[in-house]
DNA sequence: CTTGACCCTGACGCAACGGTAGGCGGCAGC
DNA sequence: GCTGCCGCCTACCGTTGCGTCAGGGTCAAG
């Protein structure tokens, strides 16, 4: 089957002009064209195309693309093992990136002020300014952007102090329940680490019983974290941290 | 504490000149000058470096960074909050690449031609050329991608052939259980179900046991692959579904 | 046979830096 | 106090991967 320009570019998710873009470099010239010269694309053409867009989404530059493409000593299924390597790796980090903004996140929440060496951990031992880019040219109007912008957008200094305050009344009950001698794994102390999870949900981000386990671990392996809770109450980061882990089991 | 250029580019993994652009365009101007005009960082700059970095990384254009990071009706807490979800989302997305790849390497194992619009699913209804290209200035010439050069290169289209052959080989054994009339949560199948996860891992890609059993519903949900094992024995990808679900419960 | 959608080839423009040249600043060691 | 050497400064040109016209042919439908 002979696709043109229009269709390929549809069907890929790119712009003509990309199109003509690797034409010209050479990248990914159509097999054939038609008499009036419009460019015609074939199945096999196809398929370099998927193999091209995968290696761009990774990051590589054409040039690059071209070279291992046009490779022979390349088998076909190289490059999707390649690929598939490529993306889980791409995966993990992405992982990393998003415990280092949860930490940042409950730091913030503490008032903990980061070193800068903290703060760019997770860029630092692994590479320099990564991927990304691109991904704003569609991003920046997309509706997945817009809704998050949208669910962001209101979160003004007013809310952040009625969190601070929300998170202040959450410890003070929480210190009572402590003083009470109610045990670490008891319905009211189980109650209070939902709630805890809850409020982190709130003003966060969507907090599983996973990520909230995470996030109790964090608070007695953590000094600083730790330091936090100790402060408020001797004790307290290691009974917060078996209520929220009585909690996440009731509730699994 | 005052940084200086240096100090900064190195602890935030950017260059030098990087800094001197986001100086240049007022996207972050050091809080001050040394009476040499060196620059001076403090710990202000760096926070707002931090979060220029994760929304470059996410593909943002330096110019929209600067709109919502000055954007005075946002506090802190939300910029984190929307990278988390931004980060998340990301990870689903490459997730569903991963999920795609895994398809187009079954489709190559069995020699299914995959249609065009099969083979762009993952881009086309997502969005056209999505973020990367930077990474590869780094990617290019890290360990990571180096070793993962290292593993595939050598796959030429000999070894191509030996992967076909020991694919056959394998569905001839696993076809003579078949016949035997032995069952299939039975030893024998689950053995050759297991060799079956080993051989994917070995030519493809780390297949974890519960990706096996994806890939096993996978044989019977898409009629292309049912197809493909009706074809050798009828029965087949439901006898091999089970044998592998088997197999992996029991190693589990 | 016209019209609107689609194709062509230039050619210029732009973002986000990379790289380098040419020159000053700071401090360790002699 | 001088000499290196490293780090910093500004200025300017180069590169990638396209976007975006401009000016003009093509093709299927009505």
Redesign the pocket.
Known sequence: MAW????VAKAAGV????L??YDEIGLLSPSGR??????RYDDADLERLQLIRYY?ELGF???EIATILDDPDTDPAAHLRRQHELLTGRITRLQEMVAAIEFAMEASRMDIRLTPEERFEVFGDFDP?AHA??AQ?RWGGSEAYRESARRVAGYGKEDWLRNKAENADWGRRFVEVMDSGAPADGPTAMALAEEHRQLVSRWFYECTYEIHTGLADMYVADERFTAYYEAIRPGMAAYLNEAIHANAISRA
């Open positions: 043109t320009v229009g269709r712009t003509v002009r990309t003509h873009h038609s008499p009036a010269g419009y460019r761009r530059p054409l040039e300014d880019e691109e040219r």
